[in-house]
């Protein structure tokens, strides 16, 4: 695309949404017009955006009928599932940050380092992955690819601000010593590690581990991959961290992985034991990078390896994402 797009932020007052218009700012995102949406209680409410006051709009039916190229969508499922839709009518791309139509089989799921052709065959609705999972793709791709994959076990110490401001809430109030008035959690969450993200199946497995699961042969573009997984919810405002468990299909030295890591897209080694060295929550946050450390062979079977993978979930993991996908539209689409 030759002019500059006209895009709208959908949940723009939310968490991820503040973080879109922090990010889209960082990376000066071209645009001719930026229309801030999200729901009634917001509307009328002042942004400042590059220097610039805009006043939110309430997302209505009829907020597509303008012209807007693309659309950064980050309200919740029930937002999208009625609304995305609505905009892809129109003409709008919607980059969806949502798991409402993460499965769908018209809907590519993307992350830029690992499927970006996947953004070609759109018919309106991308949609982003899910926080744990993208940051698990950055890391598994490279190893795919060289090595294939034969099966992963995923445990994953997730930060509150997944949660939203809610979550945000339990542990502030948590360490101030007030662990009543819960909002996002069944059981307080400072001090604690919650094995509980999302709610809980019927197969025992929670939403977010299921979610992890079946995007993960989405992206990877192969079922036959064995995956299973443990959420967890720990006292760390930002960045989700993960151990990670591979099984690959062929011999390997550590080595070699250690400088395929250094050499793939989108990933920070850090990995110097002797000196402490490796990734950490705190330094993630407010980058956009994966980061891995505890690189090393798993002895119990053959062809292991195990991996700690670290990421901010709010950036990499939901609104960076979506840009990155959005710079990918802006080099495909038409003017
Ligand atoms: P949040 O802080 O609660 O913000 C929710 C946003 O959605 C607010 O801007 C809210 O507007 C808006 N909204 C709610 N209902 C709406 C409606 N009916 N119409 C228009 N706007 C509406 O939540 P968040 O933490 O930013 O998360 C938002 C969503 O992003 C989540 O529900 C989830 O689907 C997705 N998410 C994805 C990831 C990921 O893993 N990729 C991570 C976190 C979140 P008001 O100010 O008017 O209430
Ligand atoms: O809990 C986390 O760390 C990530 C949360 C993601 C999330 C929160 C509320 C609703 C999602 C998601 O992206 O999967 C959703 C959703 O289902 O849309």
Request: charged share 25%; hydrophobic share 40%.
């Amino acid at each position: 695309m030759n002019r500059k797009p006209n895009i709208a932020v959908v949940g723009a007052t939310g968490v991820v949404g503040t973080t879109f218009l922090k990010v889209l700012e960082e990376r000066d995102f071209p645009f001719e017009n930026i229309y801030l949406m999200a729901s009634s209680r917001s509307a009328g409410k002042k942004v400042t955006f590059k220097g610039k006051e805009y006043t939110v709009e309430e997302l209505t039916e009829h907020s597509f009928d303008k012209p807007i190229d693309i659309a950064l969508f980050s309200a919740g499922g029930g937002t999208s599932a009625k609304f995305a839709p609505i905009a892809a009518e129109h003409g709008v791309i919607v980059v969806d940050n949502s798991s409402q139509w993460r499965m769908d089989e018209d809907v590519p799921l993307v992350v830029p380092e690992v499927n970006p052709q996947d953004i070609e065959w759109n018919h309106g609705i991308i949609a982003n992955p899910n926080c744990s999972t993208i940051q698990a793709m950055v890391a598994l791709k490279p190893l795919q690819d060289v090595y294939g994959i034969k099966r992963v076990v995923y445990s994953t110490y997730q930060a509150v601000s997944g949660s939203g401001m809610k979550g945000i809430n339990d542990l502030k109030n948590g360490l101030a010593g007030n662990d009543e008035d819960l909002q996002a959690y069944a059981h307080p969450i400072a001090g604690n590690c919650l094995p509980h993200i999302d709610v809980f199946l019927p197969n025992g497995y929670t939403k977010e581990e299921m979610k992890m699961i079946n995007e993960t042969h989405k992206i990877l573009g192969d079922d036959s991959i064995k995956v299973t997984a443990t959420t967890v919810r720990v006292p760390v405002f930002d960045s989700h961290s993960e151990s990670i468990n591979v099984e690959l299909e062929k011999p390997f030295e550590i080595e070699d992985i250690v400088e395929l890591f250094k050499k793939s897209p989108g990933i920070i080694v850090q990995d110097d034991v002797e000196n402490n060295v490796y990734p950490l929550a705190r330094d993630a946050a407010g980058t956009d990078e994966v980061y891995i450390g505890r690189i090393r062979r798993d002895f119990s079977v053959d062809n292991g390896i195990n991996i700690w993978v670290v990421a901010d979930n709010i950036r990499k993991g939901a609104a960076t994402n979506a840009i990155q996908i959005a710079e990918k539209l802006l080099e495909i689409l038409p003017d």
